[in-house]
């Protein structure tokens, strides 16, 4: 390949443009409609060292960082942090379903 030019099957992570803060809690509340939980909050936030948080009460909170990455990382990110309302740790079940919801072509 010639200097300068990219490779266009290269994959580029995080260049995606942004979606807004409300498109993005909308796709938090459909996950948690489909997967049968009913988070008390959604906030989304600068943080420093992890890509979301479930509280015990129910609050999730999403680093702002992830509004730029790709839409099949966000459904990861939520459905992980979604599951943890039904499963608080990451044993069997939590896996189980985790694979189940990640992986349905529905």
């Not at 300068?4 to 803060?21: F, I, K």
């Not at 938090?28 to 979301?52: D, S, T």
């Not at 129910?58 to 990861?76: C, I, M, Q, V, Y």
């Amino acid at each position: 390949m010639e200097e300068g030019r990219v490779n266009p099957n290269t994959r580029w992570v995080g260049l995606e443009e942004a979606v807004p803060v409300d498109v993005f809690k909308a796709e938090v509340l459909a996950w948690a409609r489909r997967i049968g939980v009913e988070p008390r909050e959604v906030h989304v936030r600068p943080m420093k060292k992890k890509w979301a948080s479930c509280s015990s009460k129910g609050r999730l909170t999403f680093n702002s960082d992830l509004l730029k990455e790709s839409a099949a990382f966000r459904r990861e990110v939520i459905v992980h942090e979604l599951l943890h309302l039904k499963v608080p740790n990451h044993g069997p079940l939590f896996r189980a379903l985790l694979r189940a919801y990640l992986h349905d072509p529905t």
